[in-house]
């Protein structure tokens, strides 16, 4: 759960001065991201850092947030996929179907997008691994179904003792024409829609004391 706003101002207050520093927490920052002096305030005001890769055809935005949780909470809301589409735009329905291991999910996700692509679906092939320092990084691919592209990835760093940088790059193209402008906007809109909705149902689950610790 973010802090209430007396709280909020001083931990802003106190980020911001050291974030931009290379002081809070010098070690965990080396292994995420390189962050510029105005992406490390963005952050330290809980805003989202979007950078957006258009050399290609299809766009590729990566998103990077602040959340107030530890990466094995965080993992756990977006793991949870009997819930998943109570909280995350544009997800119909997500169910497992296969595992394989620990580390190996295969899940079936019906998506309400709009017109002209109304509902799809698609299975998708999810690998995760945890860092030796408590973070974890997942990606995800198109198995088949009706989507052309479907891929993410989704790094989540310890930042400090409480807290986790979320990082996430991903694309949902589908499988008919749609063009080039709207398409990519909304490949940007669906990546920055995905960080904050996980982070407002972190928030939530904090809220109610239902945020729990990832255990495959």
Avoid at 53 to 59: G, I
């Amino acid at each position: 759960m973010r802090p209430s706003r007396p709280k909020k101002l001083l931990l802003t207050s106190l980020v911001a001065l050291l974030l931009p520093l290379g002081l809070a927490p010098a070690a965990h920052a080396r292994k995420g991201p390189r962050l510029g002096y105005f992406d490390r305030l963005k952050l330290a005001n809980w805003k989202q850092v979007m950078k957006v890769d258009r050399s290609s055809k299809y766009w590729k935005p990566t998103g990077m947030l602040l959340i107030a949780a530890s990466p094995a909470q965080v993992m756990a809301t977006f793991m949870d996929f009997g819930t998943i589409s109570t909280f995350m735009p544009k997800v119909k329905s997500c169910r497992v179907v296969r595992r394989r291991g620990k580390h190996k999910i295969w899940a079936v996700v019906i998506l309400d997008l709009p017109w002209p692509v109304a509902n799809a679906w698609v299975a998708v092939k999810y690998d995760w691994v945890q860092s030796s320092d408590g973070g974890f990084k997942l990606t995800w691919v198109r198995h088949r179904g009706s989507m052309k592209r479907y891929w993410g990835r989704l790094r989540l760093y310890p930042w400090g003792k409480r807290w986790t940088l979320a990082v996430s790059t991903m694309q949902a193209v589908p499988d008919l024409h749609v063009s080039r402008s709207r398409l990519n906007k909304g490949i940007v809109w669906g990546s920055q829609q995905m960080l904050h909705h996980l982070r407002a149902e972190v928030d939530r689950r904090q809220r109610r004391g239902t945020l729990k610790s990832f255990k495959p």
